[in-house]
């Protein structure tokens, strides 16, 4: 399910998200997709990480349920300030931020090196089969 909670006109349409979704899914999945402006960010962020800004994306996993559940929040102003400071298409920012929720959800991190080398390749590997270019290329 994807919800718009945002009032910007700048957002990939629900058959995208779900292409993404689908293409980064290991195994089944009940997902919640939730668009929200800079304001909702930053509180789920300072709530739920102690972090008092708006971050580009959150994953929330419910560990108790079958099939796995969650929630990934993308903060559309973040996402869009990035894809222009880093240069990149917005759609295939969106594209990436959606395949890194997903796979958090999943049990992928990135916090020891290790993690984050698999989870890059993973990633890119997902995105290209999404007909996206590597994610990382420029930060290498």
């Known amino acids: 399910m994807v919800q718009y909670a945002t009032e910007s006109g700048e957002v990939p349409a629900r058959p995208q998200f779900r292409r993404w979704v689908k293409a980064a899914l290991q195994r089944d999945a009940e997902v919640?997709?939730?668009?929200?402006?800079?304001?909702?960010?930053?509180?789920?962020?300072?709530?739920?990480?102690?972090?008092?800004?708006?971050?580009n994306v959150l994953t929330f996993v419910y560990d108790d349920t079958h099939p796995l559940a969650g929630d990934i929040v993308l903060c559309v102003p973040v996402v869009r300030q990035e894809a222009q400071q880093q240069h990149k298409d917005l759609i295939a920012h969106f594209a990436h931020l959606t395949v890194h929720g997903?796979?958090?959800?999943?049990?992928?991190?990135?916090?020891?090196?290790?993690?984050?080398?698999?989870?890059?390749?993973?990633?890119?590997?997902?995105?290209?089969r999404l007909g996206y270019g590597d994610p990382y290329a420029e930060h290498h």
């Open 102 to 128: 997903i796979l958090h959800l999943q049990g992928y991190d990135h916090l020891e090196d290790a993690e984050a080398i698999e989870m890059e390749r993973l990633e890119t590997a997902i995105l290209t």
């Open 32 to 55: 919640v997709l939730r668009l929200v402006d800079e304001q909702e960010g930053h509180e789920l962020n300072r709530q739920f990480r102690g972090k008092d800004y708006a971050t």
